[in-house]
């Protein structure tokens, strides 16, 4: 389907979701938030794809914050930037998101890629946390998983200072995962989701929702064994027996269950 703020293309196993708003730092609006959540959707539905990238376009920015342009002055929700719906979809999909930090990553742009499952940044690449600078904050996302990367004390730092951390900085805090030559971004993001795709998809949705687990609760744990385990119990011979049993009004045959 067609897309305002973002591009999609599909390159075999690897989907890869573009933010297209170079003009204004690839800011997320309300329009974004909610064309990255339903191309994610879309994703969720089919099997082509193992594995997502998450980039920007230009060479300058992957993302710097959101922009609230356009919505409905009120405190109300009406007036609130959708970022939850797309922080939520690329945390709760069951494949793989890789961001592919392409230029500075700040403030929520800093966030979207701590919420993607890894991150690879070309040599010139600028995080920073900006928050308070501005005046504003992000709870959850921005800071209990910055704080699991980074541990507590230079999470605070980070949100309370504002240091700029270049890509090599990043990589030694535990912030991203790899650094590599600016010119060898795109390509070396295309090894790295192949190297992930090259793996078995249901173990990938099944680690992936039980780290998920350890922040969303209840959610979590139930999206870890309803969506994923429960698959393997439905097609057991044991669920079989006891579905065949129900419907004939006997007894199931115990040396069907499992062991």
């Avoid at 920015?61 to 922080?87: N, V």
């Avoid at 890894?118 to 910055?146: C, H, N």
């Avoid at 994923?228 to 069907?256: G, I, M, V, W």
Wanted: hydrophobic share 40%.
């Amino acid at each position: 389907m067609p897309y305002q703020t973002i591009l999609y293309e599909e390159d075999g196993s690897i989907g890869t979701i573009t933010l297209n708003r170079p003009d204004d730092g690839n800011m997320f609006n309300a329009t974004m938030c909610h064309e990255i959540r339903d191309c994610i959707e879309s994703i969720r539905r089919e099997t082509r794809t193992r594995v997502v990238v998450i980039t920007g376009a230009g060479d300058k920015f992957f993302c710097i914050g959101g922009r609230k342009d356009g919505m409905e002055k009120t405190i109300l929700y009406a007036g609130t930037l959708p970022t939850l719906e797309m922080y939520e979809a690329i945390d709760k999909l069951q494949k793989p998101v890789i961001a592919s930090v392409n230029g500075f990553a700040v403030g929520g742009g800093n966030v979207l890629q701590m919420v993607c499952d890894m991150t690879i940044a070309k040599e010139s690449a600028v995080f920073r946390q900006v928050g308070p600078m501005m005046g504003s904050f992000d709870a959850g996302y921005g800071t209990w998983y910055l704080e699991d990367l980074v541990g507590k004390k230079k999470a605070k730092e980070i949100w309370f200072n504002n240091p700029k951390m270049s890509a090599r900085e990043a990589l030694s805090l535990g912030l991203i995962n790899r650094v590599v030559p600016d010119a060898e971004l795109k390509q070396a993001t295309r090894a790295f989701a192949l190297e992930t795709a090259d793996r078995g998809p249901f173990a990938l949705a099944s680690v992936k929702a039980a780290f998920n687990a350890r922040h969303n609760g209840v959610s979590g744990l139930a999206r870890m064994a309803h969506d994923l385990l429960l698959r393997s119990y439905l097609e057991s011979e044991e669920s079989h027996e006891l579905s065949a049993s129900f419907a004939q009004k006997r007894k199931p045959d115990p040396t069907k269950f499992g062991r």
